[in-house]
């Protein structure tokens, strides 16, 4: 961070690991060491074998329940706003950021995923809802569903692909690539 003047670290941040509040305390310093270069990559979901790996034994819908809990905590701290929050997955009394970040309110978040579970919290929470880089049909569906469900918050989301460009001799070789990092 000491040594960069432009480049911004996008952090990714797996709720289920990390309360919201200790979380919203390391955002807030990464924000402001990096003189406002924090992004944040919210990860609700992911392989079952890495989230037990990290202790994470929720299902899915509870996985993205316990996420959009945790987002309306984390914003609201780093909002400045003290917060008393009693939900089915986080419970705080009273908390409270003592060093706002430099981006207000909030460092921006990303975050993907293409379930319903997913679209709302991208919808409720997020500035920046990646897709994968599936068909230009899926990825347009996906967009307007969040696009909607935003808009009807009153909210307004951004979009980007999170795409893997994989270059081999042939396209065979580029297939075999691509399914050994799958």
Known sequence: IPVTQRLKFLVALRPSTISPTVSARVAATLDRLSQ???LVNIVAGGDAGDLAADGTFLDHDQRYAAASEFLTIWK????????????????VEKAKQLFAPVQQPHPPLFFGGSSDAAHEVAAEHVELY????ETLDEVAKKIQDVRARA????RTVRFG??????VRET??????AANELI
């Open 171 to 176: 396209e065979a070789e580029a297939w075999r």
């Open 151 to 154: 808009a009807a918050r009153g």
């Open 76 to 91: 609201a701290l780093l909002s400045g706003e003290e917060v008393s929050f009693k939900g089915q997955y986080h419970h």
């Open 161 to 166: 692909l999170r795409i893997h460009v994989i």
């Open 130 to 133: 990646l897709s994968w880089g």
């Open 36 to 38: 406002g270069r924090l």
